[in-house]
């Protein structure tokens, strides 16, 4: 071994561990770079689901003694439809496309007063069916956020909400054994 290649090994792994101590310190210290500043909209579903009748109610009696589909065919009797409330811009259509892309649940637009629904629905032996066709909703907030340097988001605006058709027709079923004896819910 020769005199002096010890001396420069060290230097040379002082060196080395001296450079990645100056880049740990400047990707971990407060020059970090942090994130990237974007916009993003957020889709947060409010409250709870509700049902709006779209058809009047219809029943059927099985006579036989045994489990039976009926077929229950509806004309509905009003017309029923997605609506957006805005408090900053966007529309009807804008909105289902957000809630569509970020939920992932189809939005019906609407349902129009005279459609034909139906529904077979299995009633037992010397029992009544009744049906209720229904639009099935959901309100939708859409906001907008920013992504900050700390990559935190930041509330910017309400865009507005929506009252979206999530099924449309949505059939509300029961069987008793009397006439008339129940509701369908929900």
């Known amino acids: ?69 009926l077929t229950f065919t509806l004309s509905t009797t009003s017309t029923k439809s997605t609506t957006w409330s805005a408090s900053a811009g966007g529309s009807v259509g804008w909105g289902i496309a957000k809630v569509e892309a970020k939920i992932g649940r189809d939005v019906t637009t609407s349902i129009a007063r005279g459609t034909t629904v139906t529904d077979p629905m299995n009633v037992p032996g010397k029992r009544y069916g009744y049906v209720e066709a ?26 507005g909400s929506l009252d979206a058709i999530i099924t449309a027709p949505f059939f509300s079923e029961c069987i008793t054994s009397t006439a008339g004896g129940c509701t369908p819910r929900p």
Not at 37 to 49: A, M, W
Not at 134 to 159: D, L, S, V
Request: glycine content about 8%; some cysteine.
């Open 134 to 159: 229904k639009a099935e909703y959901h309100r939708y907030a859409i906001y907008q956020y920013q992504m900050t340097p700390k990559c935190t988001g930041r509330y910017i605006k309400t865009y």
């Open 1 to 69: 071994m020769r005199i002096g290649s010890k001396g420069r090994a060290a230097a040379m792994t002082l060196t080395v561990l001296a450079g990645s101590l100056t880049a740990f310190v400047a990707s971990s210290g407060p020059a970090m770079a942090g994130c990237d500043i974007f916009n993003y909209d957020v889709v947060e579903p409010l409250g709870s689901t509700w049902y709006v009748p779209i058809a009047t109610r219809a029943g059927k009696y099985n006579a036989s003694s045994s489990t039976a589909a």
